[in-house]
């Protein structure tokens, strides 16, 4: 799909605060509500725009730990990798799973409570998965970013 000037200022827009009223969208873009709505499904329609979230602290809901985990499997074979994901995919510390390249096969983004929690979440995920050759954890001291935009550009 091709991205116009007008649907690249929707989409600015629409990624620093999804719940602008249309008519206010429509007018800071230069168009009709009408116009300005059908423009909008025609990138939800097209998956240009995948989902409509409230970020959430994850502090205030008791979850202070964030841990990025290096992830090196015993193989390179494409079930192995099916299987992790699906697993990543059921586990809810999981809040990102990345297939990489180099020298881990997966980056994982854990958010948790504590340390304890973080333990639980090894013992029944990371260590049950036999096809796991290791795996290398740090642990954020501080968030630095976060954003979830994407940069759009002509």
């Given at each position: 799909m091709e991205l116009?000037?007008?649907?690249?200022?929707?989409?600015?827009?629409?990624?620093?605060?999804?719940?602008?009223?249309?008519?206010?969208?429509?007018?800071?873009?230069?168009?009709?509500?009408?116009?300005?709505?059908?423009?909008i499904k025609r990138l939800r329609d097209n998956n240009v725009i995948i989902g409509d979230v409230s970020l959430v602290n994850p502090e205030l809901t008791g979850k202070k730990l964030t841990f990025l985990v290096s992830v090196e499997m015993e193989r390179d074979r494409g079930d192995i990798y099916q299987n992790f994901r699906q697993s990543m995919k059921a586990a809810p510390e999981v809040t990102q799973c990345y297939q990489i390249s180099g020298n881990y096969d997966f980056?994982?983004?854990?958010?948790?409570?504590?340390?304890?929690?973080?333990?639980?979440?090894?013992?029944?995920?990371?260590?049950?998965?036999?096809?796991?050759?290791?795996?290398?954890?740090?642990?954020?001291?501080?968030t630095i970013k976060f954003s979830t935009e994407i940069q759009i550009t002509e």
């Open positions: 116009d000037r007008i649907d690249r200022n929707i989409l600015v827009r629409l990624q620093k605060n999804n719940r602008i009223p249309n008519v206010e969208l429509a007018e800071l873009v230069g168009l009709s509500a009408p116009a300005c709505l059908k423009r980056m994982l983004i854990i958010i948790v409570k504590d340390i304890q929690a973080y333990e639980h979440f090894v013992e029944r995920v990371l260590h049950t998965d036999l096809n796991i050759r290791k795996f290398h954890t740090s642990i954020s001291l501080r």
